[in-house]
């Protein structure tokens, strides 16, 4: 009976089950190559690594490292080239360093408050033109009749309810803008229908606002955007019902009263000094109102007419400038709030000098 070796011995004397044939001594380990003088030899003992680890201690994993290239070479890999780092961005470029989150482009408006600079920024001639475009129309069809002075009124109250929504940063409001413009159209319609009283605009005024507030209650946003959505639908509403006194007062008001608007606003866009420009605006509103007047009935008394229009008118212009307008703006709320601001004192002073 041969004897066994014991545990002990298979392994101190080379002998090893786990191998397909016995090894020699001296052993290479998995990915070591051995060098053989024949090559047939190197050939017959190449074989598999079919053994199980012996290995009985929890080692701490090897944290990978920076860079690929300083990785030991092993005879089953292949060297790994260092990757270039990505060239960075120049800085006048407006974009920041690429990063997996992506990297948005600084705004007009972000780079002026980070400059310190003020954030009003005024429409400029081109909307103020258009302001003095709408407001020769609206004076002239006065004149003609209530009919026609309703074509570019409707245009006046649609522009005043997107331009305020757009001005407070809400876009696209496809339903406050319309319930605005609606809340205008039925003040129109009541002024006409009640030959032209003013309570059919504050009876219009109140069902829009208490309709605001019930559509508000049903939202399902936070109380925060509820109640900056209510506040905004409200003053949207107000504006544009507000502008039908001008199909509430006199037609020599309205005549007046908005050609007065359109030299303010024209002479306002200037390139003079702000307190410059505002004495200058306020002096031609206020001739424009003796030109205009003494073709009607208000004669010399238009002068008032005109420079209260033009305060008005100069207000909106004002608010339309505020917080770093878009262009967007600048062609909606800059071009429809100087008319539509003008419109209570164009109807108030038009029944106390008429």
């Given at each position: 009976m041969t004897d066994q070796p014991y545990e002990g011995q298979q392994y101190q004397q080379g002998y090893d089950p786990y191998w397909q044939q016995p090894q020699p001594q001296q052993q290479a380990w998995p990915g070591q190559q051995q060098g053989y003088e024949d090559p047939q030899a190197a050939q017959q003992y190449t074989q598999q690594w079919q053994g199980q680890t012996w290995e009985t201690q929890v080692q701490a994993p090897v944290a990978p490292a920076a860079d690929p290239s300083y990785l030991p070479q092993q005879g089953y890999a292949q060297p790994v080239a260092p990757v270039a780092p990505a060239p960075e961005t120049p800085a006048s470029s407006g974009y920041g360093p690429a990063s997996l989150g992506g990297n948005t482009r600084v705004t007009d408006a972000q780079r002026a408050r980070l400059e310190g600079r003020s954030?009003?920024?005024?429409?400029?001639?081109q909307p103020a033109a258009l302001t003095a475009l709408l407001g020769l129309l609206l004076a002239?069809?006065?004149?003609?009749?209530?009919?026609?002075?309703?074509?570019?009124?409707?245009?006046?109250?649609?522009?005043?309810?997107?331009?305020?929504?757009?001005?407070n940063g809400m876009w696209p409001a496809r339903q406050g803008i319309a319930l605005a413009f609606l809340g205008a159209l039925v003040a129109d319609a009541a002024?006409?229908?009640?030959?032209h009283a003013p309570s059919a605009i504050l009876g219009t005024l109140g069902v829009w606002v208490l309709l605001s507030l019930v559509l508000q209650l049903r939202s399902h946003a936070d109380a925060d955007t509820r109640m900056y959505g209510l506040m905004a639908t409200v003053a949207s509403a107000a504006l544009a019902i507000i502008a039908s006194g001008y199909l509430a007062a006199a037609a020599d008001a309205v005549t007046v009263g908005a050609a007065s608007v359109a030299v303010a606003v024209l002479a306002r866009a200037l390139p003079l000094p702000t307190p410059a420009s505002v004495v200058v605006s306020l002096l031609a509103a206020a001739?424009?109102?003796?030109?205009?007047?003494?073709?009607?009935?208000?004669g010399s008394e238009g002068a008032l007419l005109g420079a209260g229009a033009g305060v008005c008118a100069l207000i909106g212009h004002r608010v339309a400038s505020y917080d770093y307008p878009s262009r967007f703006v600048?062609?909606?709320?800059?071009?429809a709030l100087p008319l539509a601001a003008a419109a209570p004192a164009v109807y108030l002073l038009g029944r106390a000098l008429g």
């Open positions: 954030p009003i920024i005024e429409p400029g001639m002239g069809t006065a004149a003609v009749g209530s009919y026609a002075l309703l074509v570019p009124l409707v245009l006046l109250q649609a522009v005043t309810a997107a331009g305020w929504f757009r001005l002024l006409l229908a009640s030959d001739g424009a109102g003796i030109a205009v007047g003494g073709m009607t009935d208000l600048h062609f909606t709320a800059g071009v």
